[in-house]
């Protein structure tokens, strides 16, 4: 079994190197996420001018989720839908299939070892800086300092899911850069990163529960906030780990539909 898993971990820290060559890049995305954090500030400033609570929410509980939820997504962001949708492109997807692995499980931990990258350059440095320049909170609650770190790998987990299945898109269609942009649109709107979920009509509520998107970071982050009783935590954390089933499951079965489908080009 440790044998069988110790390629993963040369492919997690093949992730991580990976990134070691993209400094620059790594700088220019810690200055931008700074600036959407700035930009939120003034935006909810002015939303928030004369109230105090709106949709359940403080100001300084909405700039705490602002900051940790900006930043919890450096870290489970992934590209594995266009790496998957390059491969195909390009006819490189004939070595990855070479590779005597799971093709899921392997674009799982490579994107792993990126996430451990962001982790380090990225989720920490981002909460440190914004945390002198806005009101952020501790994690509040019994359960927020000790939970929402595991949600929040979980939430790595679900959205690799959600992102291997829309890459696998591109084995029937040979390009799915269309389907990956509608996944990006559908994560950063109904995750609730760029707004929490509670600011949705009632019923987009009730369609969202029956959606993985909310368990990527506004579960996370209501844990963290401590928003939340404690049978909705453990609710919420179990629900993150059946979503994770379910959708490896579905790539399990999109892979074997779809390499009989897949037709190489270039390369």
Do not use: C
């Amino acid at each position: 079994m440790i044998k069988r898993f110790a390629k993963y971990w040369q492919f997690m820290r093949l992730g991580y190197i990976t990134y070691l060559a993209y400094r620059f890049q790594v700088l220019a995305s810690f200055v931008s996420y700074l600036l959407i954090i700035a930009l939120n500030y003034f935006l909810w400033k002015a939303v928030y001018s004369g109230r105090q609570v709106i949709a359940g929410f403080t100001m300084e509980q909405m700039m705490t989720y602002v900051v940790i939820g900006w930043s919890a997504r450096t870290f489970f962001a992934n590209r594995i839908d266009r790496m998957i949708g390059d491969a195909v492109k390009d006819g490189s997807i004939a070595m990855d299939l070479l590779k005597p692995t799971n093709f899921q499980l392997y674009h799982y931990f490579r994107s792993l070892g990126r996430a451990m990258f962001m982790f380090v350059f990225m989720t920490l440095p981002i909460i440190v800086a914004a945390s002198f320049l806005f009101p952020v909170q501790l994690p509040s609650g019994k359960l927020g300092p000790y939970l929402f770190p595991l949600s929040v790998i979980l939430s790595f987990f679900l959205h690799a899911g959600i992102s291997y299945l829309t890459g696998l898109v591109a084995f029937f269609t040979r390009n799915n850069e269309g389907v990956f942009r509608f996944k990006q649109l559908l994560v950063e709107v109904f995750s609730g990163v760029m707004i929490p979920i509670t600011f949705f009509p009632g019923w987009v509520q009730n369609v969202l529960f029956w959606l993985p998107f909310k368990y990527i970071a506004y579960a996370p982050l209501r844990i963290y906030l401590g928003m939340e009783p404690l049978s909705r935590v453990h609710q919420g954390v179990l629900l993150q780990l059946m979503w994770i089933i379910i959708i490896y499951a579905a790539g399990q079965l999109l892979w074997h539909y779809g390499i009989r489908r897949l037709e190489t080009q270039g390369g």
